[in-house]
């Protein structure tokens, strides 16, 4: 079955640290996306990429890092200088043609708590 | 930037009940999607539009977008248990990228 993985359900980082959020994909998708969702709140884009070696920042990207290497994998870094990481995270998918139009396909998603 | 709002925030129901969330956007949209978020869960996509005026129907939910393609409407008729979740609207303004709305969640009692 196709689809999009998240791992790990839940983490949790100490003050300082960096932690890495994993997302892949098999889907053959050509663009990838992070979201984070706060209680009660809508997504809120942090990086998308369109094609492989390429990506951009969304509207919250101060904080985060990732990369792009293969099609099917899109790695989110939050940094020590995200101040308020505690989120659920989402990655999504879909195809590359005008991407905007596309229908995204997501992952269960990924729990972030600060110790 | 662009902002997508929807109203209400909240909303709970009996089941039997109709429900509708309305979505606004500070600009012009080229295509406008919904996606239903479970308790627990992720956003599932439901259904796009891109014509000013468009109207969808799958079951009992209808989908509208506005004639100005700056607002969009889900209306659920004689809602059931199984509708519950939060229902997002998410559309496409003139930074070519998806920005979504705020979300309502629908909870249906007995």
């Known amino acids: 079955d196709g689809g999009i993985t998240q791992s790990p359900k839940y983490l949790f980082r100490k003050e300082g640290q960096n932690v890495t959020l994993s997302c892949e994909q098999n889907l053959n998708h050509d663009a990838m996306y992070w979201y984070r969702q706060d209680p009660g709140q809508g997504l809120r884009l942090i990086y998308y990429s369109q094609i492989v070696n390429d990506f951009q920042k969304g509207d919250i990207a101060e904080g985060y890092s990732v990369s792009r290497e293969k099609k099917e994998s899109f790695p989110l870094t939050v940094t020590s200088a995200q101040k308020n990481p505690t989120a659920f995270y989402l990655c999504?998918?879909?195809?590359?043609?005008?991407?905007?139009?596309?229908?995204?396909?997501f992952g269960d998603g990924t729990r972030l708590s600060i110790l | 930037g662009q902002q997508v709002m929807q109203i209400p925030q909240y909303q709970h129901v009996q089941e039997g009940e109709d429900f509708t969330t309305y979505c606004n956007s500070s600009?012009?949209?080229?295509?406008i999607q919904w996606y239903k978020q479970r308790p627990g869960g992720h956003p599932v996509f439901l259904i796009q539009l891109v014509k000013s005026g468009e109207v969808k129907k799958q079951k009992r939910l209808t989908f509208q977008f506005g004639e100005a393609k700056k607002n969009s409407s889900l209306h659920i008729t004689a809602t059931q248990t199984t509708d519950v979740g939060t229902y997002f609207c998410a559309g496409t303004g003139t930074a070519s990228k998806l920005t979504f709305g705020t979300g309502t969640r629908l909870q249906v009692t007995l």
């Open positions: 999504a998918s879909s195809t590359g043609t005008a991407f905007s139009r596309q229908p995204q396909h």
């Open positions: 600009t012009t949209l080229s295509n």
